[in-house]
């Protein structure tokens, strides 16, 4: 992942939109899902720009508009539409169904961990949280995918591998047991 740069007032939004746009709506993906991510992180964005001059200043703007996206979705109600399966892409159904039960603390940083390969320090960048926090969700959350799905669910072996296969120091998987990076 690609660090971000301080921003000054005259730093231009392209820019930091180049630099975060993927990572914000990765996190918000993985906290609200697809849908909602998607949107939530396009609000956040359209949030930065109009307030340009007060996110270039900010010292975490990404955390900042991670939880301006979050807020932003949280008050639309939606009609009830059914969803056609081709806007989903495959997943393992009981997966998905696992993941949701998980708190969305805990299901943002399982996904962004163990799906995108973010490092722990990149999600607790993201949410504002501490490197220590993001551990606690992320073992809080397999224990909690575990006990749903069974220690021998295909989907569990997999997080098995990642985190048993050795790594560059650094990685995804191996920080969530470890010390961070």
């Given amino acids: 992942m690609e660090e971000l740069t301080p921003f000054d007032s005259s730093s ?3 820019d930091f939109f ?5 990572r914000l709506r990765h996190g918000l993906v993985a906290r609200l899902g697809s849908e909602r ?3 939530a992180a396009a609000e956040a964005l359209a949030w930065a720009f109009e307030n340009w001059e007060r996110v270039s200043s900010m010292t975490y703007p990404l955390a900042y508009l991670h939880r301006v996206g979050i807020s932003r979705t949280r008050l639309r109600r939606r009609a009830f539409l059914p969803r056609s399966p081709s806007h989903e892409p495959e997943h393992e159904p009981q997966l998905l169904t696992a993941l949701r039960a998980l708190s969305p603390s805990q299901r943002q940083c399982v996904v962004l961990v163990f799906a995108y390969e973010w490092r722990i320090s990149e999600v607790a960048d993201l949410t504002g949280t501490s490197q220590s926090a993001v551990r606690t969700h992320i073992d809080r959350g397999v224990k909690r995918l575990r006990k749903q799905l069974g220690a021998e669910h295909e989907a569990l072996r997999s997080l098995d591998r990642d985190q048993a296969a050795s790594r560059p120091s650094g990685s995804a998987a191996e920080p969530a047991r470890g010390d961070g990076p």
């Avoid at 180049?18 to 993927?22: I, L």
């Fill in 18 to 22: 180049r630099q975060s746009e993927g």
């Fill in 37 to 39: 991510g998607r949107d």
């Fill in 12 to 14: 231009d939004f392209d």
